[in-house]
Structure formats: C-alpha cells, structure tokens
C-alpha cells in the first residue's frame, strides 16, 4: 500500500510541477508575442498620427500620398496590434495541456515566419510601384511606393525578430518535454521513465 500511494505522489507531484512549467512556457510566448503586440501597435499609432497630420499639409502630391498609404498601414497595424493583444490576454486563463502548449508554440512561430515572406512581397511591390512612378511620372506611384518600402522594411524587421524571439521560446520547451515527458488528459497521468 505504501508503494502505491509514493507512486501515486510520484505522479501527482510530477503533473503538479509539469502544469506549472507548462503554464510558464505558455506565459512566456503569451508574454513575448504580447509585447510584440505593444510595438506593433505603438508603430501603428506613431504612422497613424503622423500622416494624419502630414497627408493634408504636404507641399507635394508624391509626399502626400506617401503620407496618405502610411495612414492607412498605420490605422492596420494598429488595429492588428490592438485585436491580437486582447486575444492574448484571454489566452492567460487556459490551462493547456503539453500536446496544446506544443501546437500553440508552432503556430506563433510559423506566423512570423510566413509574415517575414509577405514583407518581401510588400517590399517588392513597393520597389515595383516607386521605379514605375519613375518612368511613367506619376506621384501617386512613387508616394505609395515609398510608403509600402518603408511599411514592409520594418514588417520585415519586426517579424524576424519575433520570429526569433518566439523560436527561442520553442527551443526551450521542446527541451524541457523532451526531458520530461509527462502526461495527463484529465482522465489519466502518465510518466515515461528512461531505464
């Protein structure tokens, strides 16, 4: 009887101290893409305000409309910004189990790796829309060119450094269920002893 009450404190102690390192990892990535939230946001909110303010005073059409296309990127980020940090914070309250914490840490790393391809894409068009408004003298091209050039260089930036960010979050639980391969459904708990 004593043998099987250790084990059974064995493994409730084991799930105990795998769900707290879980819900640290998840807090982590929660914490890391939260902040990347803020930033993105913050960068959002500076374009918005500056182009609302630039777009109607510029002595130029092409600085107009470079202004005007930041407006609108400003107004995006923001929004995406605001929305993604309110989703996140509802993330705080779920207890995920090591298979969901696992999947979730994917899914945020490949956003931000699939987001760094669509930067180049932006960065493209806009090389594209600023030479073309070159040769057809046509400000409206060159403004927004320039524009998207900017809005995707640091898209391109940001993204990259979340990526890495986040990837270095991934390393570190991979790690840590690799070492503890602990697991429990509700139902049942179960530890994978090396022998």
Not at 4 to 22: E, K
Not at 106 to 113: A, D, M, P, S, T
Not at 116 to 134: C, F, M, Q, W
Request: hydrophobic share 40%.
């Amino acid at each position: 009887m004593k043998k099987l009450l250790t084990i059974v404190l064995i493994l409730v102690c084991s799930h105990t101290f795998a769900q707290d390192s879980l819900k640290s990892f998840n807090n982590a990535r929660i914490n890391t893409t939260s902040s990347g939230m803020e930033v993105l946001g913050g960068w959002g909110a500076l374009n918005l305000a500056t182009g609302a303010i630039a777009w109607p005073n510029s002595s130029s059409p092409e600085a107009r409309y470079f202004f005007k296309m930041n407006t609108i990127w400003g107004a995006v980020d923001f929004g995406a910004g605001l929305l993604t940090y309110a989703g996140l914070q509802k993330q705080r309250k779920k207890h995920l189990s090591a298979a969901e914490t696992l999947k979730e840490q994917q899914r945020i790393e490949k956003i931000f790796r699939v987001n760094s391809y669509l930067d180049l894409a932006y960065i493209g068009t806009g090389l594209y829309l600023r030479i073309a408004g070159e040769s057809r003298h046509s400000p409206i091209m060159k403004g927004y060119g320039e524009s998207v050039i900017l809005q995707g260089g640091f898209l391109l930036l940001f993204d990259q450094l979340m990526y890495k960010a986040e990837k270095g979050n991934g390393t570190k639980l991979r790690t840590f269920l690799e070492k503890h391969p602990i697991s429990f459904d509700g139902h049942r708990i179960g530890m994978a002893f090396n022998m």
